[in-house]
């Protein structure tokens, strides 16, 4: 079945620091793919989506790229700010709706 | 425009009991989906429902199941709590549809104790 791995966490960063979060799955066909943001005491929020290989998701300053090849879809930011302190999760949909996959979810913590 | 609202926020119940936890979902939107997501754990699909149907389901067993109402509102049941049913259950609501973005919207969740 669908699957998602995420790297091990937790991450933890200086501010203005280079973000990277691996992700990685396992699907059938050409599945929708998304980041998921959950701050402390909230919900999931929709942080960035990607549904075709080659397609690149950013928001927030927040980017990930669609890689078929390598069936990835690593988040990246430039400059994190203390913030951006919560904990993110990659997820994958069969189609761009529909039941939601997730990792296991990265918990990142941003000192000033 | 009201975001999905969850109720009860915390929920304490013992092995063997039954709970019902309910979602309101956003305005316009026609589906709701639950989760349940285990301490640190990334969320499980549990089931979804699409104009008051079952629109798929999760590795759960049939003492977990739902309904969606007319008003596009939903309960999830759980019978015969376990100590494993202790999580935070989440329901997302969203617009199905052609043409419809289907993003789906969270709601905070209601965290379930079992003791």
């Known amino acids: 079945g669908d699957s998602v791995t995420q790297m091990e966490g937790p991450v933890t960063l200086s501010e203005e620091a280079f973000l990277t979060i691996n992700c990685t799955y396992t699907a059938t066909g050409y599945p929708s793919l998304f980041w998921y943001v959950q701050y402390p005491g909230e919900g999931l929020q929709l942080l960035l989506k990607?549904?075709?290989?080659?397609d690149k998701g950013s928001n927030k300053g927040f980017e990930a790229t669609y890689r078929k090849e390598t069936t990835s879809f690593h988040l990246e930011k430039g400059s994190v700010q203390v913030s951006d302190s919560a904990v993110y999760f990659c997820a994958l949909s069969p189609t761009s709706y529909g039941k939601l996959t997730f990792g296991q979810g990265t918990i990142l913590t941003v000192h000033p | 425009e009201t975001g999905v609202t969850q109720s009860p926020t915390h929920l304490i119940k013992t092995r063997g009991q039954q709970v019902t936890l309910r979602c309101s979902s956003q305005s316009g939107h026609n589906t709701v989906s639950w989760y349940q997501q285990a301490l640190g754990q990334g969320p499980q699909f549990i089931f979804q429902y699409y104009r008051e149907e079952e629109n798929g389901r999760g590795n759960f067993p049939p003492r977990f199941s739902g309904l969606q109402f007319p008003n596009y509102s939903s309960e999830l049941n759980v019978n015969a709590l376990e100590l494993d049913d202790s999580a935070l259950y989440l329901c997302?609501?969203?617009?199905?549809?052609?043409?419809?973005?289907?993003?789906?919207?969270f709601g905070p969740g209601t965290r379930l104790t079992v003791l």
């Open positions: 997302a609501s969203s617009l199905e549809g052609q043409g419809a973005s289907n993003e789906q919207f």
């Open positions: 990607a549904t075709k290989a080659d």
